[in-house]
């Protein structure tokens, strides 16, 4: 199973600021993997797939980069609805399909 | 528009069957795998199980092997999950989702439905 690690847990920036937030998986997952959203109360949302390719209707102040075990996803000047979890999710060796434990992002 | 609508969940005791449903709308149904994803409550996401397009392929996590099934029925553009055995550890919201195809050919969730929340409590 691959095991997707976020860092930070949690982030607290202003409006304006860059967000960069890393999910490191533990074997290489090639360019297959993803990004979602997920507000309280709300289900998850699609924001990057293969990486780095923003899906339909997503802002491009949202950026996806990295191959392999490494990958950020960048929000270069974050507004207030941008507070959220975010979470990583691989599908290169499945079953099983694997999320990583998330990243609280506060704007304050 | 696309949506996705569960329905099914409610409180169940240690043991128990609970079936979830899923109706799918605005997209044709066949041409896609589908998946339930679940949250446990202050929890991440998990991957339960999927399906494909026609039914023939399904995949579950370890941990509900042998206790949940996972079904379609494409003439009524229907999604089920029919959960037994159910365990404290499987309250959740469960999330259906279709695995949409894009550039790579790989599948990602989007979008998803507003989920249903199964209670496993004595």
């Known amino acids: 199973e691959i095991v997707l690690t976020q860092s930070p847990a949690t982030l607290s920036l202003s409006p304006g600021e860059r967000a960069t937030l890393s999910c490191r998986a533990s074997?290489?997952?090639?360019?297959?993997l993803a990004w979602f959203q997920q507000k309280p109360g709300q289900a998850p949302r699609l924001l990057i797939y293969?990486?780095?390719n923003r899906a339909t209707g997503i802002p491009a102040r949202f950026s996806g980069s990295g191959s392999g075990t490494d990958f950020t996803l960048t929000i270069s000047s974050l507004v207030p609805e941008d507070s959220a979890v975010y979470y990583c999710?691989?599908?290169?060796?499945?079953?099983?399909?694997?999320f990583g434990q998330g990243t609280r992002l506060e704007i304050k | 528009e696309v949506q996705l609508v569960e329905s099914g969940g409610g409180l169940v005791q240690p043991g128990g069957s609970l079936r979830l449903s899923c109706a799918a709308s605005?997209?044709?149904?066949?041409?896609?795998?589908m998946s339930w994803v679940r949250q446990a409550p202050g929890k991440g996401l998990e991957w339960v199980a999927n399906?494909?397009?026609?039914?023939?392929?399904?995949?579950?996590v370890d941990s509900v092997k042998g206790r949940f099934t996972i079904s379609r029925d494409n003439a009524k553009n229907s999604l089920c999950l029919q959960m037994n055995s159910l365990r404290v550890e499987d309250t959740a919201i469960y999330y259906c989702?279709?695995?949409?195809?894009f550039g790579s050919g790989n599948n990602w969730f989007d979008p998803w439905g507003q989920g249903t929340l199964v209670t496993v409590s004595s």
């Open positions: 074997q290489s997952v090639s360019s297959y």
């Open positions: 293969d990486a780095s």
């Open positions: 605005g997209f044709t149904f066949s041409s896609y795998w």
């Open positions: 989702a279709r695995e949409g195809q």
């Open positions: 999710q691989q599908r290169s060796n499945w079953p099983p399909i694997t």
């Open positions: 399906i494909k397009q026609d039914g023939s392929e399904k995949y579950y």
